[in-house]
């Protein structure tokens, strides 16, 4: 992690920042602000920001980003907030910046949680095969928790469209696919066209708030307490819809261990103590009291999404546009992905 600075961080003009949040919260700010980025790249920034004694976290979109849409800081900031007094753990929210003139880009505070975000075998085996399972568990039961808030009641019931979600998920995904496809995938064409085909029915009846992209490693986490999921953060994709989507691509993430070892996304799953797919949808279907059938179609969906994101990551990488280990191999989880995503639909009720 970078050390502390006091001026010189990219993306964060300290002065800036203090000038607009001395008017928003005043009196919060003590001393002389230093700050760090913790997360960046094409990725949203995430920084620590603090006086000596208080701590912040700010988020802003990447330096030099196009689309606004994917790397909506509202959507983050609204859902979070929403969530605040609920039994989902979340970051308390202090202020958003819609203004770009602060720092160039719409921002927002939150709480700074003490955690670690899990995403390697190495990292859960030095925990040990206990707490790994336990880490593991409360992850499912925290998603049936989010599930089972009402919308209404926290205020997001106008977040998203839920009714036709499943068939707009399909259609965006195939159209992902064709602006980043860099040869023939005969199993995408496949996988898509049963996929449009089995949308299933009553799509979008059955809403909740859906994260959008949950896995372990957006999850900050103490391996040492008594509920070790301490805040879930990363909400950019939250919005309303079919909250089996949310399991089904947590199982592909998990798999992908498997499917592909030495992927660049996460190897978390193949720590010993972490429980298979069988266990996690178990332990789900009893937390939430919710009925998977129709697990088949969303593992089909979240298969497609995640080669999709791979398939992406090859392009930009044969483009020269990526920087870090492990990308060059991303293109030969692809196939394997699709495949299983045809096999999903054919096993799976």
């Known amino acids: 992690m970078s050390e502390l600075q006091a001026s010189g961080v990219p993306g964060l003009d300290l002065d800036a920042f203090r000038g607009w949040y001395d008017g ?23 920084y620590e920001v603090t006086d000596g004694t208080s701590w ?36 308390r929210t202090y202020a958003h910046c819609t203004d770009p003139e602060v720092l160039g880009e719409p921002f927002y505070v939150m709480e700074r949680v003490v955690g670690t975000p899990y995403r390697s075998r190495a990292q859960l085996e030095e ?13 499912i039961d925290v998603l049936a928790r989010l599930h089972a808030v009402d919308p209404a009641a926290v205020g997001l019931d106008g977040f998203g469209r839920p009714l ?3 068939g707009r998920q399909v259609k965006r995904w195939g159209m992902q696919l064709d602006a980043s496809k860099t040869r023939p995938l005969p199993d995408a064409d496949r996988l ?13 009846e059955d809403a909740t708030i859906v994260h959008g992209d949950y896995r372990l490693d957006n999850l900050l986490v103490d391996a040492d307490h008594a509920e070790p999921v301490r805040a879930v953060v990363d909400w950019e994709m939250a919005t309303l819809g079919d909250p089996l989507t949310d399991v089904a691509l947590l199982m592909v993430y998990d798999d992908l261990g498997n499917l592909h070892p030495g992927n660049a996304v996460a190897d978390a799953s193949t720590a010993p ?34 080669a999709v994101i791979c398939e992406g990551i090859n392009l930009r ?31 799976r009720p």
Not at 24 to 46: D, H, Q, Y
């Open 24 to 46: 928003v919260r005043p009196g919060e700010v003590a001393g002389e602000l230093r700050a760090r980025v913790i997360a960046g790249g094409k990725s949203n920034l995430t």
């Open 56 to 91: 912040w976290i700010v988020r802003r979109p990447p330096l030099g980003h196009v689309l606004a849409t994917a790397h909506d800081m509202g959507r983050e900031f609204t859902a979070m907030s929403a969530l605040a007094d609920t039994d989902v753990p979340v970051p």
């Open 127 to 139: 925990l040990g095969a206990e707490r790994t399972r336990a880490i593991a568990t409360e992850m």
């Open 164 to 166: 036709g979600f499943l």
């Open 192 to 204: 898509l066209e049963r996929l449009a085909a089995e949308v299933p029915a009553g799509d979008g």
């Open 273 to 306: 103590g972490y429980p298979a797919t069988e266990e996690h949808l178990a332990r789900y279907a009893a937390s939430s009291g919710r009925d998977l059938s129709g697990i088949g179609f969303r593992l089909g969906l979240a298969h497609l999404k995640l």
């Open 317 to 347: 990488h044969q483009l020269g546009q990526t920087v870090g280990e492990g990308f060059d191999a991303m293109g030969e989880a692809v196939e394997p992905l699709l495949a299983a995503g045809l096999a999903a639909l054919d096993t």
